[in-house]
């Protein structure tokens, strides 16, 4: 079946700090792979997208590398604002098809 | 305008209720689709409208009925609803995909709304 694993949160980091939130998916075909933003008391937004193999997603200092082999899609931010607290989805659209799967949200918190 | 609005922001109702849940979007998208989401989780698909014909109907009880009255709207309509029905119901927005192979060009990103935040009583 289809689905995205994403690792347990909260995830607690001092500002300036690297971030890593893991991400990993199993899908048939070539699902388009995407991360998408939650803040509090608002609707998701997407932060950055990749649609095949080896493509690199980024947006306002956030990559993401789609990794056919590993199946995988880690968000990477090289230091991280206090304004980066939120909820991180990572999600898949299931090739050929309407429908999206989230993984169960990374909540980061930063600290100043 | 790469926004999605939904009305209301807030709503309470009781169980022999009807209400209804209103989306907007004016990018032009031709596919759209409403999500559940509890508290602490992921949005949950329940329904995808393409050209305005429901085209993903993912098991979703009777007492919710959505309706695509045009290219820009879509509503949801609640009646009888369960306290665990209580919930952040979110409207999104994309393109229609253009189905080659499975690849869609890029052109797939969902646009959200704030969501509406729903209490049943």
């Known amino acids: 079946g289809n689905s995205v694993t994403q690792m347990e949160g909260p995830v607690t980091l001092s500002e300036e700090a690297f971030l890593t939130i893991n991400c990993t998916y199993t899908a048939t075909g070539y699902p388009s792979l995407f991360w998408y933003v939650q803040y509090p008391g608002e609707g998701l937004q997407l932060l950055l997208k990749?649609?095949?193999?080896?493509d690199k997603g980024s947006n306002k200092g956030f990559e993401a590398t789609y990794r056919k082999e590993t199946t995988s899609f880690h968000l990477e931010k090289g230091s991280v604002q206090v304004s980066d607290s939120a909820v991180y989805f990572c999600?898949?659209?299931?090739?050929?098809?309407?429908?999206?799967?989230f993984g169960t949200g990374t909540r980061l918190k930063v600290l100043a | 305008d790469t926004e999605v609005t939904q009305t209301p922001k807030h709503l309470v109702m009781g169980m022999t209720n009807k209400k209804s849940l209103k989306c907007e979007q004016h990018m032009g998208h031709r596919a759209m689709y409403w999500y559940k989401q509890k508290a602490k989780k992921p949005p949950e698909l329940m329904f995808v409208?393409?050209?305005?014909?429901?085209?993903i109907n993912e098991s979703v009880p009777s007492r919710f009925s959505p309706e695509c009255p045009n290219s820009s709207l879509l509503n949801l309509h609640l009646h009888a609803l369960q306290p665990e029905d209580s919930a952040l119901y979110l409207c999104?927005?994309?393109?229609?995909?253009?189905?080659?192979?499975?690849?869609?060009?890029?052109?797939?990103?969902?646009?959200f709304g704030p969501g509406t935040r729903l209490l049943v009583l």
């Open positions: 990749a649609t095949k193999a080896d």
């Open positions: 999104a927005s994309s393109q229609i995909l253009a189905v080659v192979g499975g690849l869609a060009g890029g052109k797939e990103t969902q646009y």
């Open positions: 999600a898949l659209r299931i090739s050929g098809t309407y429908k999206y799967i």
């Open positions: 409208y393409s050209y305005e014909k429901l085209s």
